[in-house]
């Protein structure tokens, strides 16, 4: 008789997370993904534990990567070049040395403001990525056991109908 060579829920854990499991805790993590919901709602989970420090550098992100910023702030220069050079001819006059400084310490605040927003929206997506891992590792294991039983139910089935010739002789 052939041995079944078909991997174990626990082999397949082990192939999976690559790494060495005891026992004890292989079936605390086989138990954990079937009897258990993994599933995570990631925006819903960083919403709540988002500080008003995260909100506010996710809208001014949201602000700043806007079509609308880019062409406000263009309208921003021009008027205040146009300003500069036809009407305030000594405030701030051509290279417009105040309007660079202004330009540079915008840009200076801005860029780490976004980064941060995108730093969270990394730990969000490295969240969901897990989240999937999770969902994939319980799907399997659980398509496993119905294969198992459906074997399992098929075995008793032969059983039966040999039984069932056996007793029509």
Known sequence: MKKN??????????????QDITLENEDDLIDLLIDNS?????????????TWKDKLADKITQIAGSWGFIIGFTFFIIIWMLLNVFIFKNLDPYPFILLNLLLSCIAALQAPIIMMSQNRESKKDSLRSKNDYKTDLKSELILEE????????????KVILKNMKEFKK
């Open 38 to 50: 993994i599933a995570v709602d990631v925006d819903k989970l960083a919403a709540q534990t988002a």
């Open 146 to 157: 119905l294969h198992d039983q459906l074997d399992e139910v098929l075995k008793n089935q």
């Open 5 to 18: 060579t078909k991997p174990t829920k626990k082999e397949i854990v082990k192939m999976l997370l690559n």
